[in-house]
T-cell receptor, first 109, second 118 residues
Framework: KNEVEQSPQNLTAQEGEFITINCSYS?????LHWLQQHPGGGIVSLFM???GKKKHGRLIATINIQEKHSSLHITASHPRDSAVYIC???????????FGQGTRLTINP | GAVVSQHPSWVICKSGTSVKIECRSL??????MFWYRQFPKQSLMLMAT?????????EQGVEKDKFLINHASLTLSTLTVTSAHPEDSSFYIC??????????????FGAGSRLTVL
């Protein structure tokens, strides 16, 4: 079992819908990253969280350390949000990043 | 903002040749850089952690003699795939931690290098 699990693996929604992507991890972490990967492969770091909640534009990321769970929300989704979203946990012990499998999001106009 | 430039963005080579991929931090100093590979429809896998002025730390299962990493300066890390084989065809990505340290800081990623070995 992977130390970092994401769900769903694929998500298709209509423009304007509220999107939630979930990430669970099974080990102690120092930080959790949410990344966005576009079809060309380039990766953009969206958030780094160690506690609580962060917001940037239409994107919101939350983390619950006790429950070992993080969520990425997109409000008023738009076709340009279509991408693969990846959560990555920085493991306390191993001092390295472990990546979830990614969630392929498609927003239809 | 902090930018990591990766070059080349794609490369095709013959089996048995070596390919070098460069990763440069353009407006900050990166004491630590990370190299990942990604197979189609799979997530990223950390290959190695590149430390300026010292040997890279390789993940289990990654051949250090095949994937040579050099971090000769605070702004440049290189990954050389030696004696490339078709199974080395993959998407290679580097990243750096802004503010130094390992992965507990904000990360910035290169655009990636797609290697195809014929």
């Amino acid at each position: 079992k992977n130390e970092v699990e994401q769900s769903p693996q694929n998500l298709t929604a209509q423009e304007g819908e509220f999107i939630t992507i979930n990430c669970s991890y099974s080990v102690g972490i120092s930080a959790l990253h949410w990344l966005q990967q576009h079809p060309g492969g380039g990766i953009v770091s969206l958030f780094m969280l160690s506690s609580g909640k962060k917001k940037h534009g239409r994107l919101i990321a939350t983390i619950n350390i006790q429950e070992k769970h993080s969520s990425l929300h997109i409000t008023a989704s738009h076709p340009r949000d279509s991408a693969v979203y990846i959560c990555a946990a920085f493991l306390q012990g191993a001092q390295k990043l472990v990546f979830g499998q990614g969630t392929r999001l498609t927003i239809n106009p | 903002g902090a930018v990591v430039s990766q070059h080349p963005s794609w490369v095709i080579c013959k089996s048995g040749t070596s390919v070098k991929i460069e990763c440069r931090s353009l407006d900050f100093q990166a004491t630590t850089m990370f190299w990942y590979r990604q197979f189609p429809k799979q997530s990223l896998m950390l290959m190695a952690t590149s430390n300026e002025g010292s040997k890279a730390t390789y993940e289990q299962g990654v051949e250090k003699d095949k994937f040579l990493i050099n971090h000769a300066s605070l702004t440049l890390s290189t990954l050389t795939v030696t004696s490339a084989h078709p199974e080395d065809s993959s998407f290679y990505i580097c990243s750096a931690s802004i503010g130094g340290g390992t992965g507990a800081n904000v990360l910035t990623f290169g655009a990636g290098s797609r290697l195809t070995v014929l």
